[in-house]
């Protein structure tokens, strides 16, 4: 008779879960990116090295071998960005909350953005979740002051000498002015859009902080989380996308098992 529990050892079913595990994560991960692309370009490539081994294609095969033999490296070059950005969700807390900010300082920062847009003011505001910007805060100016309407309109404000770059908020207060971000590399974002807003994806790229951009040519007010750039259409919009993120919402990171262990 067929004796499964002989067959198959408990360490099996633990690693087979563990790697689906892990390749569910990875493609939470690269979903949404342009690294999608990159692996189905790989996937190609290595169906074209098997029909060619069967063909029996030598050169073909020969450059493909080549090609292949240096993956490993290869992968590391094209996929550093989300190879940084995986292992920072690993050494993230799985039971943490998200950054202590309340629903007063996120209708402040609504009432701001809406306020310079009118007068096409331009403004970069980051909010800073889980992943820590410590790299990002030492390259402004240390402000640490109350998340307030006048306080961030006074800092853009093109007489400002901190009007330039991005403001950081963590922990419930203005942390840094005149921020350095990075710039996003994606050749898929809008060519119109300028350096505040390539700076803005770039940093959701690198991170999980929500940033909030205000175009003062379009006086468009837009969100970048994750890499995705949301145009919002008014105050309702905004206050309704942010809420979602720090009031109601758990933090991204958190798998949906553990989410569902706390509930029991």
Known sequence: MFEFDKIVRWQDVLDIVLVAILFYQLINIIRGTRSVQMVLGLIVLVGVYFLASILDLATLLWLLQTFLGSLFLIIIIVFQDDIRRALTQVGKSPFQRSVSIIEKDLDEITRAAYYLAKRRIGALIVIERETGLKNYVDSGFAVDGLVTKEMLVSIFMPVSPLHDGGVIISKGRINTAGAILPLTKSPYLDKSYGTRHRAAVGLSE?????????SEETQIVSVAQRGVL?????????????????????PISRPRWLKWVNRT
């Open 206 to 214: 690198q991170t999980d902080a929500v940033i909030v951009v205000v």
């Open 230 to 250: 949301l145009n919002m259409g008014d105050e309702a919009m905004l206050t309704d996308k942010l809420s979602s993120v720090f009031i109601s919402s758990e």
